[in-house]
Nanobody, 125 residues
Framework: QVQLVESGGGSVQAGGSLRLSCAAS????????MGWFRQAPGKEREFVAA????????YYADSVKVRFAISRDTAKNTVYLQMNSLSPEDTAVYYC??????????????????WGQGTQVTVSS
C-alpha cells in the first residue's frame, strides 16, 4: 500500500509561485510513476504533470508546460511541483497520484492507483 501526503498549497496572486510537495510512503519512487492532477469546481480531474520511475522523463499538460516543473528527491521519497506564473485558471485542488503498474507515463486518472488527499491552490487576479 502506498500513502501520499501533499502539502504546500495556499493562496497567491496572479504571477506568483507555489511549490507543492508529495511525500510517499510504502513504496520507493523508483517503483512508481508519479503524477500531479488538479480539479477545479464543476470540472473533471485533469492531468497536470508526471515523472517516470527512473526520474529521467517528465511530461506536462500543454496548459502548464514551461510554467510548471515536476521533480523528485529519492532520498526523501518526495515529489515536487514547482508552479510559476500562476493565473486564476490554475485555481483548483491539486492531487498527487502514483501508478505502481505501468512503466511509462500515462495521463488518465484511472491509471493511477494511489491518491493523496489533495491541497487547495487559489490564485487571485
Amino acid at each position: 500500500q502506498v500513502q501520499l501526503v501533499e502539502s504546500g498549497g495556499g493562496s497567491v496572486q496572479a504571477g506568483g509561485s507555489l511549490r507543492l510537495s508529495c511525500a510517499a510512503s510504502g513504496r520507493i519512487l523508483s517503483l512508481l510513476t508519479m503524477g500531479w492532477f488538479r480539479q477545479a469546481p464543476g470540472k473533471e480531474r485533469e492531468f497536470v504533470a508526471a515523472i517516470s520511475r527512473t526520474g529521467g522523463r517528465t511530461y506536462y499538460a500543454d496548459s502548464v508546460k514551461v510554467r510548471f516543473a515536476i521533480s523528485r528527491d529519492t532520498a526523501k521519497n518526495t515529489v515536487y511541483l514547482q508552479m510559476n506564473s500562476l493565473s486564476p485558471e490554475d485555481t483548483a485542488v491539486y492531487y498527487c497520484a502514483a501508478d505502481g503498474v505501468r512503466t511509462v507515463i500515462t495521463t488518465p486518472p484511472r491509471n493511477y492507483d494511489y491518491w493523496g488527499q489533495g491541497t487547495q491552490v487559489t490564485v487571485s487576479s
